[in-house]
């Protein structure tokens, strides 16, 4: 029976996906690399950051060396994100949140995006209400620190389902032995989440309420 919903936050509850192409055209500037565009922004993101970095500029030493200090590209995200403002809500999460909160699943955030960031932006999120019982930030690569989250949260993975937009989201959930549901509100497109094969696809995390609700139980949520 599912009890723990982990959810991730860019682009699966915070539509952020336009401010961090704009905080990453600026972090190139500063670093002294070519800008990219949006279209190929779209097509090759990815996380952790690395990743998409080497999808880049792998074949590029010499460029793949301006990004070495992550110290420095830590600081960079801070300052270009925040100095444009704030993102808003994916539309209609905020009522999904209330009715999960409200059939008694325990919710938590996992997310690459830095800690600080997603404290600030769900203070003002949702009425200003938390439904978080914890927020895992800056998390880096979660094939990586997702037995971190299951350890410090003190969940059961069998009693656990991941969401999230990326296919990293679902192959995380998959190393956890979690449940994988994949939404179609952020990053990554449905070719890229499909592949990965969670075991649900939404368009957003306003259908999870009713999936959950139409799975008595969740008697087979998990694929054998």
Known sequence: MIKNIVFDWSGTLSDDFEMVFHTVRAMFHDIGVAPVNFPHFQEVVDIPYDAYIKKLFGDSPQ????FADRGLNRDLFERHFRSLGYPEPIRGVGSALQLLHEDGYNLLVFSAH???FIEEENARF???KNFFSRIFGSAGNKLESVSQLVTQAGILPSETVMVGDTAHDVL???KAGMAAVAVLSGYHIRE???DAKPDFLLRSVCELPALLRSIPSQQGFLRA
């Not at 460029?63 to 301006?66: E, N």
């Open 63 to 66: 460029t793949m060396a301006k």
């Open 114 to 116: 830095h800690q600080r």
């Open 126 to 128: 949702f009425s200003g």
């Open 172 to 174: 995380a959930a998959r």
């Open 192 to 194: 890229q989440l499909t």
